[in-house]
Antibody, heavy 120, light 108 residues
Framework: QLQLQESGPGLVKPSETLSLTCSVSGDSIRSNSHYWAWVRQPPGKGLEWIGSIYYVGNSDIHPSLRRRVAISVDTSKNQFSLNLKSVTAADTAVYYC????????????WGQGILVSVSS | SSELTQDPSVSVALGQTVTITCHGDILRDYYANWYQQKPGRAPVLIIYDKTNRPSGIPDRFSGSTSGNMASLTITGAQADDEGDYYCNSRDINTNSVVFGGGTKLTVL
């Protein structure tokens, strides 16, 4: 059974960089059929796709976040990571990692999510 | 526009049928998927590729698409169906995944 687990700091200061890692277990991240995605959800609000990455390293990022987001993959550790720079309070959210089909937009496996607050 | 629009809230009497809709021009190019989210939990995929259900999803959930509108129908709603429902699709112009704003379902 595929499992994803987010890890990283729960508190980040304004203007700093938010860094999260998603550890994948139960299957290889080197899948020809899947991308690996980040989705966030501000408190009380809806879901927002941040971006996703293929195991060879090519990624797609939400147009509104492209200047601040980088997604990377480490196949040796079966992990992928999110860096979001210059954070503000508006970036406070639960951050989820998920598996995304490369040929379609369905996300079929999700991590439990991690709350990241931006505050000084 | 790459937006997907959903009604913020819908209610249904226990055992009755309810339809949740999702509107957006990008649905003309790419199909919709549906997710259920309970408070404090991660979303769960319940409909993919317009009409298909993942293993373990009850058959009272069904999906359809017509033009720029996708629909999720729950036939015989149960108390456990309360939660937030999100549609999503892909904007082929930006290759971005797009989520609808979500619909909160209340079972009366």
């Amino acid at each position: 059974q595929l499992q994803l687990q987010e890890s990283g700091p729960g508190l980040v200061k304004p203007s700093e960089t938010l860094s999260l890692t998603c550890s994948v277990s139960g299957d290889s991240i080197r899948s020809n059929s899947h991308y690996w995605a980040w989705v966030r959800q501000p408190p009380g609000k809806g879901l927002e796709w941040i971006g996703s990455i293929y195991y060879v390293g090519n990624s797609d990022i939400h147009p509104s976040l492209r200047r601040r987001v980088a997604i990377s993959v480490d196949t040796s550790k079966n992990q992928f990571s999110l860096n979001l720079k210059s954070v503000t309070a508006a970036d406070t959210a639960v951050y989820y990692c998920a598996r995304e089909f490369s040929s379609s937009p369905e996300l079929d496996y999700w991590g439990q999510g991690i709350l990241v607050s931006v505050s000084s | 526009s790459s937006e997907l629009t959903q009604d913020p809230s819908v209610s249904v009497a226990l055992g009755q049928t309810v339809t949740i809709t999702c509107h957006g021009d990008i649905l003309r190019d790419y199909y919709a998927n549906w997710y259920q989210q309970k408070p404090g939990r991660a979303p769960v995929l319940i409909i993919y590729d317009k009409t298909n259900r993942p293993s373990g999803i009850p058959d009272r959930f069904s999906g359809s698409t017509s033009g720029n509108m996708a629909s999720l129908t729950i036939t015989g709603a149960q108390a456990d169906d309360e939660g937030d429902y999100y549609c999503n699709s892909r904007d082929i112009n930006t290759n971005s995944v797009v989520f609808g704003g979500g619909t909160k379902l209340t079972v009366l």
